[in-house]
């Protein structure tokens, strides 16, 4: 509804009862400090949505195995703030770290593997580098194509994006 205050309100209630019912390293604290930093990254204050998305990554690597799915949402979502605030470079860091255990957890042509694909391409896009963008938006396209019906928003979207690549090489 974009009521990003009151979202706030009702995510730091509930992680403040979180923090006194659970170990401090325990995962949903993780999700707790994730789902805040969402909420500021959707206001568009990325610096304080990454502080949240950092304690979030910082328990979820105590708290479970270090391929875990967890880790891969983490650290994506710290790209995403990266990629927001501009920082393609270390924006890319970080959509490896996922990209690679998300690799390996998924089959390779899952359609959240094609959306890493997608914003490693835009990530490379932004930082200039077209031919790096192309290869990782058409591997997005592919997979894309194969498992989502032919109207869907992300297949225009990423199809409009290999055209965008395209005239700036």
Same mark, same amino acid.
């Given at each position: 509804?974009?009521?990003?205050?009151?979202?706030?309100?009702?995510?730091?209630?509930?992680?403040?009862?979180?923090?006194?019912?659970?170990?401090?390293?325990? @995962?949903? /604290?993780?999700?707790?400090?994730?789902?805040?930093?969402?909420?500021?990254?959707?206001?568009?204050?990325?610096?304080?949505?990454?502080?949240?998305?950092?304690?979030?990554?910082?328990?979820?690597?105590?708290?479970?195995? @270090?391929?875990?799915?967890?880790?891969?949402?983490?650290?994506?979502?710290?790209?995403?703030?990266?990629?927001?605030?501009?920082?393609?470079?270390? &924006?890319?860091?970080?959509?490896?770290?996922?990209?690679?255990?998300?690799?390996? &957890?998924? @089959?390779?042509?899952?359609?959240?593997?094609?959306?890493?694909?997608?914003?490693?391409?835009? &990530?490379?896009?932004?930082?200039?580098?077209?031919?790096?963008?192309?290869?990782? /938006?058409?591997?997005?396209?592919?997979?894309?194509?194969?498992? /989502?019906?032919?109207?869907?928003?992300?297949?225009?979207?990423?199809?409009?994006?290999?055209?965008?690549?395209?005239?700036?090489?």
């Amino acid at each position: 509804m974009g009521d990003y205050s009151k979202a706030l309100e009702f995510y730091e209630k509930a992680h403040k009862i979180k923090e006194k019912a659970l170990p401090p390293n325990h @995962p949903d /604290l993780a999700q707790s400090y994730n789902n805040i930093g969402l909420v500021y990254h959707n206001m568009g204050d990325y610096s304080k949505a990454l502080e949240f998305y950092e304690k979030d990554l910082e328990i979820t690597k105590k708290a479970l195995p @270090p391929n875990h799915p967890n880790s891969a949402t983490s650290y994506n979502n710290i790209a995403s703030a990266y990629d927001d605030m501009g920082d393609y470079s270390k &924006a890319l860091e970080f959509y490896e770290k996922s990209h690679k255990i998300y690799e390996k &957890a998924l @089959p390779s042509n899952h359609p959240n593997l094609a959306t890493f694909y997608n914003n490693i391409g835009m &990530a490379y896009s932004g930082k200039g580098d077209y031919s790096k963008a192309l290869s990782f /938006l058409e591997k997005a396209l592919s997979i894309w194509q194969k498992s /989502l019906p032919p109207n869907h928003p992300n297949i225009r979207k990423v199809t409009n994006s290999i055209d965008n690549v395209k005239k700036k090489m």
